[in-house]
């Protein structure tokens, strides 16, 4: 059966005018699937009731229904649960800002990174998803809330570069200017490090912005928090991100775990500002949220405080993360495992 939802609109047309159908038939479809976000093919009012069987019958409508959508009480952010047709279950949590609306999606069911803080890697990864389930995640909690998605940060549980082509496809689709014509300035995604897929994103020269989980100002303590570094230095992935800086022009996020007595003293501190001086890039420090199979904790808010003054006082673009939905198992794949451990069927 044909992925319609993952199907790009020359694709689309293919799949159309092979069934003896008209081009204009291709584009109406696409417009219902990718910007009225129809929920199904009966929705499609401007379709014959003939086309519509023929899509039912040939090919899946892939949709996501969340089964859980914990709400926080702290701030707008909700996590949801969606189970995949074939038994897996992703989580994506929606977040609430004053003028715009984000999505962290998952790009894995599971992630084989092995991070040491991290909940989504513990069971490794079941498969990657397909275009199709990443868009789903957006069109249904935008159906679901019924509010305008506005961003999309993947973030969410997986290692988007390890899924690479359908990444690609589901970027082409989601900022498809006939489709949900999102900017590609409104999306995120976030690698552990894979040096060989960041400098092929590179070549897509697109303008999103890229996130670097650093975590670590030197190889020694990257590698007691994440087996990658085993793979890739500090200075491959640094050249990496050099040259996606010049192919694109965008600015570099790093994002750094502040994981108490590991990676956050002053030293540190001093270290990744060396790291860093001279690079059009901004850190993001996410105080680790403890997970309850993990050793690792997060450092504390002092701390948090000092690291940040210190990398200001050295020139280094700086924020603290704004915690969210800390009460709604916020950290990746803590919602999703809970539900797996406590034996849920769906
Ligand atoms: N695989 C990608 C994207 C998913 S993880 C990546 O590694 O970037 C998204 C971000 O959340 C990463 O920076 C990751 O290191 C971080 N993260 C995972 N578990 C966390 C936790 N328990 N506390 C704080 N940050 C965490």
């Given amino acids: 059966m044909v992925d319609i939802k993952s199907l790009n609109r020359e694709e689309l047309r293919a799949f159309i005018i092979e069934k003896g159908e008209k081009k204009y038939r291709a584009d109406q479809i696409f417009d219902w699937i990718h910007r009225k976000n129809a929920g199904n093919t009966a929705e499609m009012s401007n379709i014959p009731k003939s086309l519509k069987k023929l899509i039912d019958s040939e090919a899946e409508y892939i949709t996501l229904k969340s089964v859980l959508c914990q709400r926080s009480a702290l701030d707008g952010t909700a996590k949801y649960l969606f189970p995949l047709s ?44 397909k275009a199709s389930e990443m868009l789903e995640q957006i069109y249904a909690i935008q159906r679901e809330s019924g509010k305008k998605i506005s961003n999309v940060v993947v973030m969410g549980s997986g290692e988007p570069l390890d899924n690479f082509d359908n990444l690609i496809r589901f970027l082409e689709l989601i900022t498809d200017e006939k489709g949900f014509n999102m900017g590609e300035r409104h999306i995120t995604v976030s690698t552990c490090g894979l040096v060989p897929g960041i400098k092929r994103l590179a070549g897509y020269k ?11 100002p030197n190889d020694e303590i990257r590698r007691r928090l994440m087996p990658v570094a085993d793979q890739y230095s500090i200075k491959e992935l640094m050249e990496a991100v050099k040259y996606y800086y010049d192919m694109t022009g965008r600015r570099i996020t790093f994002e750094y775990a502040l994981s108490k007595g590991i990676n956050d003293g002053p030293e540190q501190a001093d270290e990744l ?7 059009n890039c901004h850190v993001n420090l996410i105080p680790v949220n403890p997970v309850r199979e993990r ?49 849920f069927h769906v």
């Fill in 295 to 343: 050793e690792i904790t997060g450092s504390s808010k002092a701390v948090a405080a000092a690291f940040k003054s210190k990398l200001e006082k050295n020139g280094i673009n700086v924020t603290i993360r704004r915690e969210m939905g800390r009460d709604i198992d916020g950290a990746c794949g803590q919602l999703r495992r809970k539900h797996l451990e406590a034996g």
């Fill in 273 to 279: 500002s060396g790291l860093l001086s001279g690079m």
């Fill in 86 to 129: 074939d038994g897996n279950e992703i989580e994506s949590v929606f977040m609430e800002y004053h003028d715009w609306n984000s999505v962290c999606i998952s790009s894995q069911a599971g992630c084989n990174m092995g991070c040491r803080f991290c909940a989504s890697t513990i069971g490794g990864c079941a498969r990657n998803l």
């Fill in 206 to 216: 697109k303008q999103l912005t890229l996130a670097i989980s650093l975590h670590a």
